[in-house]
């Protein structure tokens, strides 16, 4: 995969803020879509929490018709819909009517994460059975037309469904012939190669190319300094929900707050993964992190406190990226 052929796209989670109501994330999301779009990204995909402070979107399918209502071109997608959490069918409907609405521009990523704490799971009427490759397939069979009963509105051509790979999910993606897309904990195992490689081979004798995604938080500042400093709001979020088990809403650098040896630990390992830099730096890490998987895309997924300097960075990630050789 030549570097001028990998496609860049965003993620954005919907994160709050400290001091600000939930909506004010929601309509945040909206203007970084215009941007992305305006700024020549891919794909700008919204994410799925349930009962989480630090994150505003629970509803996909309605925060991507708001996207696509006031975007033109991108491709706005899932990032993704927890099949644990809902019928196929319904899922099946909610795409078929944003493809209907926006045709040529809906993307269907799916997971299989559970909700975040134990009411939540509850909540959801979750049982926690793992039928996340037989839901897949039912799903797949009422956007296709296969199903004993038919999705409405019927499409001649469906949504494109993504695979949100965790655990056994690069295999599942393989044998269905669905891209995939990996991030996290994922790309951080060191039998990720191999794994990529499987998959890629289960496409192939599935029928399918092979299509492999790659997202992770990418920070781009005046300088190495800077840019890991705009890192901190998240991964000190990710620390308090590692050591308390809430996932807190972002808050300023500056802030003061105890730390425990555990989080300080959680927070300097999560800078660390972040690709954060001035745009010699970030175009240097993101050439190795490609190299590697042989990704055909970047879905980046940051975010930080700062709206400006998270408008800077999409901005400076869009402009290196155009200059890539």
């Known amino acids: 995969m030549s570097p001028t052929s990998v496609r860049l796209s965003l993620l ?10 939930d909506g004010a994330a929601l309509r945040h999301t909206v203007e970084r879509a215009e ?4 700024l020549g990204y891919h794909r700008f995909w919204v994410a799925e929490h349930h009962a989480v402070p630090g994150v505003a979107s ?3 399918p309605v925060l991507m018709a708001a996207v696509a209502a006031r975007t033109g071109r991108i491709r706005v997608g899932s990032g993704g819909v927890m ?4 019928q196929p069918l319904v899922v099946a409907e909610q795409f078929a009517m944003l493809e209907a609405l926006f045709p040529g521009r809906i993307d269907l990523g799916v997971g299989r994460s559970l909700g975040f704490t134990a009411p939540v799971r509850e909540a959801l009427r979750s049982d926690g059975a793992d039928t996340f490759a037989d839901d897949l397939a039912e799903l797949r069979s009422y956007l296709d037309g296969r199903a004993p009963v038919t999705a409405r509105p019927r499409l001649d051509h469906p949504p494109p469904v993504f695979v949100l790979a965790t655990g056994r999910g690069l295999a599942v993606a393989g044998d269905a012939g669905l891209p995939v897309v990996l991030g996290g904990p994922v790309l951080d195992d060191s039998a990720a190669g191999e794994r990529i490689t499987d998959y890629r081979s289960r496409a192939r004798a599935a029928g399918a190319e092979p299509y492999v995604v790659v997202s992770l938080d990418v920070l781009v500042a005046d300088s190495v300094g800077a840019a890991h400093e705009l890192a901190i709001p998240e991964a000190w979020a990710l620390a308090a929900a590692r050591t308390t088990g809430a996932f807190p809403a972002l808050e300023p650098v ?3 707050r105890p730390v425990t040896a555990r989080q300080r630990e959680v927070v300097d390992a999560a800078v660390g993964r972040t690709i954060a830099g001035d745009e010699t730096t ?3 890490r993101l050439d190795e992190l490609l190299a590697h998987t042989g990704a055909d895309e970047l879905l980046a997924s940051t975010s930080t406190f700062d709206r400006d300097a998270l408008r800077e960075s999409d901005t400076r990630l869009a402009r290196l990226w155009a200059r890539r050789p």
């Open 12 to 21: 954005d989670r919907s994160r709050t803020r400290a001091g600000e109501p």
């Open 35 to 38: 941007q992305a779009e305006a």
């Open 58 to 60: 629970g509803s996909p």
């Open 83 to 86: 099949l644990p959490n809902h």
């Open 254 to 256: 500056d802030v003061e």
């Open 282 to 284: 970030v175009s240097a």
